[in-house]
């Protein structure tokens, strides 16, 4: 066991600490004290010339600057209401090992209504979050930020069983991000009788385009749907849950065909652009995946490519092992249907975002109508896939992190 943060803890101390932790009191929603500490966080980080090679984590910090925090207090203000909302207590996070960076929305939105957080975090090392670590420690370390860093404990360890037992026990919500193995596995081990939990486990998400819409655009509108188109799916290799996977594309056979042509293109400049590299490792599996495709019946086409440039592999239709062994890298399976009103029968429980372009709202309101049970929870524009909010997988963060309080009188 490792404690992360505060870094001033001594690791061999660590069930001192959570014990001291939980019998802290809790701040209130939006204190001051947190709001500077999370706005002084993200000035350094935006400032951080050596943040710049990683825009996932630079997207995140502008998340949280102050005059962003201010509209998510208005968004509690109106949630609550005249409501009595308290923290819940102690909240445990275990953060995914390929997106590390969701831990720091998690436990923001944990922090700002009020509540002390432990997160377990990979011992993957990650350069990145290194550097945002240290960051976190450099401010807890201040006298100024003694509150948060009374209420704040970041750990890492393997997968010692009785390491998680015991923050278990003294949490009152556990929030597991993770594969579905890993949400399995933690789920085996009891919580306090009086303790929640919020799961996040293995998604798939998807694109539809317009084809029309898209042959319609000039240059620069086609650029800016690529670099859009970009950001969703390449941030974080493509293994983001909300990072698209599979494309519909909406139209005429030949209008299809040509819109693939024009935005595989574009974006093949794109990534060009953005100099993307995947390691030779991961470009090798992607190989090997789009030929395992290439050998069921209803794949039409596999699109050859070099191992950093988009792959796509046009389908008839997708089975549920193909989406169990996408690997990510920029591989894409794509297929083109007559009418938006087809896309429902091919969506999934596991399907979480469903982004869009050339739709209107009238339209995505008739596809919401047709959408099968549990399945889809985020329907957002190209260029949205990552940018998260207060509701995530159709669970929100404020009633979920706080609870309420019945009071009857005069």
């Given at each position: 066991?490792?404690?992360?943060?505060?870094?001033?803890?001594?690791?061999?101390?660590?069930?001192?600490?959570?014990?001291?932790?939980?019998?802290a009191?809790?701040?209130?929603?939006?204190?001051?004290?947190?709001?500077?500490?999370?706005?002084t966080l993200?000035?350094?980080?935006?400032?951080?010339r050596?943040?710049?090679?990683?825009?996932?984590?630079?997207?995140?910090a502008?998340?949280f600057?102050?005059?962003?925090?201010?509209?998510l207090?208005?968004?509690?203000e109106?949630?609550?209401?005249?409501?009595?909302?308290?923290?819940r207590?102690?909240?445990?996070?275990?953060?995914?090992?390929?997106?590390?960076?969701?831990?720091?929305?998690?436990w923001?939105?944990s922090?700002?209504?009020?509540?002390?957080?432990?997160?377990?975090?990979?011992?993957?090392?990650?350069?990145?979050?290194?550097?945002?670590?240290?960051?976190?420690?450099?401010?807890?370390?201040?006298?100024?930020?003694?509150?948060?860093a009374?209420?704040?404990?970041?750990?890492?360890?393997?997968?010692?069983?009785?390491?998680?037992?015991?923050?278990?026990?003294?949490?009152?919500?556990?929030?597991i991000?993770?594969?579905?193995?890993?949400?399995?596995a933690?789920?085996?081990?009891?919580?306090?009788?009086?303790?929640?939990?919020?799961?996040?486990?293995?998604?798939?998400?998807?694109?539809?385009?317009h084809?029309?819409?898209?042959?319609?655009?000039?240059?620069?509108?086609l650029?800016?749907?690529?670099?859009?188109?970009?950001?969703?799916?390449?941030?974080?290799?493509?293994?983001?849950?909300?990072?698209?996977?599979?494309?519909?594309?909406?139209?005429?056979?030949?209008?299809?065909?040509?819109?693939?042509?024009?935005?595989?293109?574009?974006?093949?400049?794109?990534?060009?652009q953005?100099e993307?590299?995947?390691?030779?490792?991961?470009?090798?599996?992607?190989?090997?995946?789009?030929?395992y495709?290439?050998?069921?019946?209803?794949?039409?086409n596999?699109?050859?490519?070099?191992?950093?440039?988009?792959?796509?592999?046009r389908?008839?239709?997708?089975?549920?092992?193909?989406?169990?062994?996408?690997?990510?890298?920029g591989?894409?399976?794509?297929?083109?249907?007559?009418?938006?009103?087809?896309?429902?029968?091919?969506?999934?429980?596991?399907?979480?975002?469903?982004t869009?372009?050339?739709?209107?709202?009238?339209?995505?309101?008739?596809?919401?109508?047709?959408?099968?049970?549990?399945?889809v929870?985020?329907?957002?524009?190209?260029?949205?896939?990552?940018?998260f909010?207060?509701?995530?997988?159709?669970?929100?963060?404020?009633?979920?992190?706080?609870?309420?309080i019945?009071?009857?009188g005069?």
């Amino acid at each position: 066991m490792q404690i992360v943060a505060p870094s001033f803890y001594k690791s061999d101390q660590w069930r001192e600490q959570v014990l001291q932790l939980k019998q802290a009191k809790h701040l209130s929603a939006f204190s001051e004290i947190t709001i500077q500490f999370l706005d002084t966080l993200s000035k350094q980080l935006l400032s951080d010339r050596s943040m710049r090679d990683y825009p996932e984590l630079m997207a995140c910090a502008h998340w949280f600057r102050k005059a962003h925090l201010f509209e998510l207090k208005k968004e509690y203000e109106a949630f609550a209401g005249e409501r009595i909302l308290k923290p819940r207590g102690t909240v445990l996070h275990f953060a995914p090992a390929n997106v590390d960076s969701i831990f720091l929305y998690s436990w923001i939105l944990s922090m700002l209504v009020g509540n002390k957080n432990i997160l377990r975090l990979s011992r993957r090392h990650n350069e990145q979050m290194e550097i945002v670590l240290q960051r976190i420690n450099h401010l807890l370390a201040k006298e100024e930020y003694q509150p948060i860093a009374e209420r704040t404990l970041l750990l890492k360890y393997d997968h010692e069983e009785e390491y998680t037992l015991f923050l278990s026990e003294h949490c009152h919500t556990r929030v597991i991000w993770g594969g579905d193995q890993t949400v399995k596995a933690i789920r085996t081990i009891p919580l306090a009788t009086n303790a929640t939990e919020l799961i996040f486990p293995d998604r798939y998400s998807k694109t539809i385009f317009h084809a029309g819409k898209v042959l319609q655009c000039n240059d620069h509108e086609l650029f800016h749907l690529a670099k859009q188109f970009y950001n969703d799916a390449f941030w974080f290799g493509q293994m983001a849950c909300s990072s698209p996977r599979e494309l519909y594309w909406i139209g005429k056979s030949e209008e299809c065909s040509l819109a693939m042509d024009r935005f595989w293109g574009e974006l093949g400049n794109v990534v060009k652009q953005q100099e993307y590299q995947n390691p030779v490792a991961v470009g090798m599996t992607r190989l090997a995946t789009a030929f395992y495709y290439a050998t069921h019946s209803h794949t039409s086409n596999v699109q050859s490519s070099s191992i950093h440039e988009p792959l796509c592999v046009r389908v008839a239709q997708t089975t549920e092992e193909m989406r169990e062994i996408h690997c990510g890298g920029g591989l894409f399976l794509e297929r083109s249907l007559n009418e938006l009103t087809e896309v429902p029968d091919l969506l999934h429980e596991k399907d979480q975002t469903v982004t869009y372009f050339g739709f209107g709202r009238e339209e995505l309101m008739e596809l919401i109508d047709m959408i099968p049970n549990a399945a889809v929870s985020r329907i957002v524009p190209v260029g949205q896939a990552l940018q998260f909010g207060t509701v995530w997988d159709g669970f929100s963060f404020f009633l979920h992190f706080t609870r309420e309080i019945t009071l009857i009188g005069d």
